[in-house]
T-cell receptor
Framework: EAQVTQNPRYLITVTGKKLTVTCSQNMNHEYMSWYRQDPGLGLRQIYYSMNVEVTDKGDVPEGYKVSRKEKRNFPLILESPSPNQTSLYFC?????????????FGQGTRLTVV | KQEVTQIPAALSVPEGENLVLNCSFTDSAIYNLQWFRQDPGKGLTSLLLIQSSQREQTSGRLNASLDKSSGRSTLYIAASQPGDSATYLCAPRGRKLIFGQGTELSVKP
């Protein structure tokens, strides 16, 4: 079954404690990205990756890091989380062959930073 | 920079009505456009994907159209049901996949 898997689904942490949210896809997709969703602001892109070792900033990259060492994985790293990073996070992937395929989304990670 | 607008922001209809959700985008250089559904606090469910070379796609009671040159897409829902209540998101795909703010749909029994 084609899927994007995020872990954890829920996370409560304290300010300043480094954390990683993992994302893995089983569709051999080249393109992966991270979004955050906040009430009234909608879905905003944090970072995206066109392929292994190729990453670029989205619209709200401050306070986040990513890496793409393998095609299937695209972890989101918060080096020093702050309360304003409390949000619902989504990972997505899509293929980029002759035709750009539909985007698949993970189930989301609800992060609370206290 | 791509900007996506969805109208109306919220819609409440009685069960059985046919309805149209609108999406407009500023940059017509897109590969495709995808419509999603999102239930409160949940993930995104892909409803329809229209490639840039296509004019419309249909899935069951849903029909989506795309007019790339004018930067518009519509999602038509036939014979609406209470289970259709959700937020519907439009996302044109250029270099990035950018989302509109969504239309919150409520279908009353």
């Amino acid at each position: 079954e084609a899927q994007v898997t995020q872990n954890p689904r829920y996370l409560i942490t304290v300010t300043g404690k480094k954390l990683t949210v993992t994302c893995s896809q089983n569709m051999n997709h080249e393109y992966m990205s991270w979004y955050r969703q906040d009430p009234g602001l909608g879905l905003r892109q944090i970072y995206y990756s066109m392929n292994v070792e190729v990453t670029d900033k989205g619209d709200v990259p401050e306070g986040y890091k990513v890496s793409r060492k393998e095609k299937r994985n695209f972890p989101l790293i918060l080096e020093s989380p702050s309360p304003n990073q409390t949000s619902l996070y989504f990972c997505a992937s899509s293929g980029r062959g002759r035709v750009v395929t539909e985007a698949f989304f993970g189930q989301g990670t609800r992060l609370t930073v206290v | 920079k791509q900007e996506v607008t969805q109208i109306p922001a919220a819609l409440s209809v009685p069960e059985g009505e046919n309805l149209v959700l609108n999406c407009s985008f500023t940059d017509s250089a897109i590969y495709n456009l995808q419509w999603f559904r999102q239930d409160p606090g949940k993930g995104l469910t892909s409803l329809l994907l229209i490639q840039s070379s296509q004019r419309e796609q249909t899935s069951g009671r849903l029909n989506a159209s795309l007019d790339k040159s004018s930067g518009r897409s519509t999602l038509y829902i036939a014979a609406s049901q209470p289970g259709d209540s959700a937020t519907y998101l439009c996302a044109p795909r250029g270099r990035k996949l950018i989302f509109g703010q969504g239309t919150e749909l409520s279908v009353k029994p």
